[in-house]
């Protein structure tokens, strides 16, 4: 099959992971818009001014980094698109930090756009890698006291008072409200909306992720079938893991199951779960993405009174885990929790905080 695979120079056109992520007239689009990529890093991508290009080693490597980017994008964020922003590749950036992808190709991206889209993009990552170290110094997690007051801010998101311990004057705004954050008529609005107003879905997908660390695609892609509450376990099986490589059981807490056991009985309320398998859906009931994830979080960093801050993502409260996980049981325990391929990946985690570092030194005295 390989030797039918159409190439550009003897480079790979459309990789077979891609064509797999993508509908017929996705992969027609996208072959096009590879074509004219390959033939300007070849010819013009090393410096456009003088119209030089990459030497064929380095151009096949660049073209294969960019595909791989480019899926990353697809499955991470909201599917199929050649729209690349600098928001992708600070994510993108992101994952790499933390294991989830190889080596980063976004500089590329950037210069390409800046040539055939007349974009003045001048992107440069905020974290430096370096291809003799293993560890990098990620300044992003969350502190303690951050997750504390983003749990608790979970726990008040969205809610609303009862339907019948208000006046009707006070219920008549609170219609008004609902209607609007339901796409729903004022006069349509009951007591199960204002129920639903003060539901589980948010508090749980926060409380899991601050247990289990999960990356976005990893909310978007939880089943009803990995949750194991007696034991306080999500069951991730091999085939339904983002990276496809072991089946993981993911420890949880006593309070997590009990939120999560809250939102398996609510969910069942909802007509749009009726034929899904789906943990949880946004209220355009699509699968969950970073974007959507960064939203939520960011909206409860506000409510909780935390200084906005452009280094807080979804991908904070993975790294909080890691960190947290990695003081308590050590690497190893990581690598399990977070679904790390390696060990070696794990030990990112291992950044013990200046105030633990401090208590060390001064117990030598």
Not at 69 to 92: C, K, M, P, S
Not at 162 to 188: C, M, N, V
Not at 238 to 255: A, C, L, Q
Request: aromatic share 10%; charged share 30%.
């Amino acid at each position: 099959m390989q030797n039918k695979r159409e190439h550009i120079d003897g480079i790979v056109l459309v990789t077979k992971d891609a064509e797999h992520l993508l509908n017929p007239r996705q992969l027609t689009d996208y072959k096009e818009h590879r074509r004219t990529l390959l033939k300007w890093i070849l010819n013009l991508g090393k410096n456009p001014k003088k119209a030089e290009g990459y030497a064929w080693d380095t151009a096949r490597q660049r073209a294969y980094k960019l595909d791989q980017f480019y899926r990353w994008v697809w499955q991470e964020e909201d599917g199929y698109t050649l729209n690349i922003t600098q928001e992708h590749a600070d994510n993108y950036t992101e994952a790499l930090v933390y294991g989830e992808v190889g080596e980063q190709e976004e500089t590329s991206n950037a210069k390409w756009q800046n040539w055939t889209k007349g974009k003045d993009i001048d992107w440069e990552p905020d974290i430096s890698f370096s291809s003799s170290s293993s560890t990098h110094q990620i300044k992003d997690y969350l502190s303690d006291s951050e997750r504390r007051k983003i749990k608790e801010a979970a726990l008040e998101y969205g809610s609303i008072p009862h339907y019948t311990s208000i006046t009707p004057r006070e219920r008549d705004k609170w219609k008004a409200h609902l209607a609007q954050r339901f796409g729903k008529k004022k006069d349509e609005i009951g007591p199960e909306d204002f129920e639903r107003a003060s539901g589980y879905k948010y508090v749980s997908i926060v409380w899991a992720a601050m247990d289990a660390g999960f990356r976005p695609v990893e909310i978007g892609r939880a089943k009803t079938s990995w949750l194991d509450l007696e034991n306080g376990l999500f069951r991730i099986p091999k085939e339904e893991s983002s990276k496809n490589t072991d089946n993981w059981t993911v420890s949880i807490g006593e309070r997590t199951a009990n939120i999560l056991r809250k939102w398996m009985s609510e969910r069942e309320n909802y007509s749009k779960y009726q034929d899904t398998d789906a943990l949880w859906l946004t209220k355009y009931d699509n699968p969950y993405s970073s974007k959507s994830l960064n939203d939520l979080l960011d909206n409860l960093r506000e409510a909780a009174g935390i200084p906005e801050r452009q280094d807080m993502t979804w991908y904070s409260i993975r790294h909080s885990v890691g960190t947290k996980m990695n003081e308590d049981q050590g690497p190893g325990a990581v690598q399990q929790q977070l679904r790390q391929k390696s060990y070696e990946m794990a030990v990112r985690y291992d950044q013990a905080p200046a105030g633990k570092r401090k208590e060390t030194v001064d117990s030598w005295d």
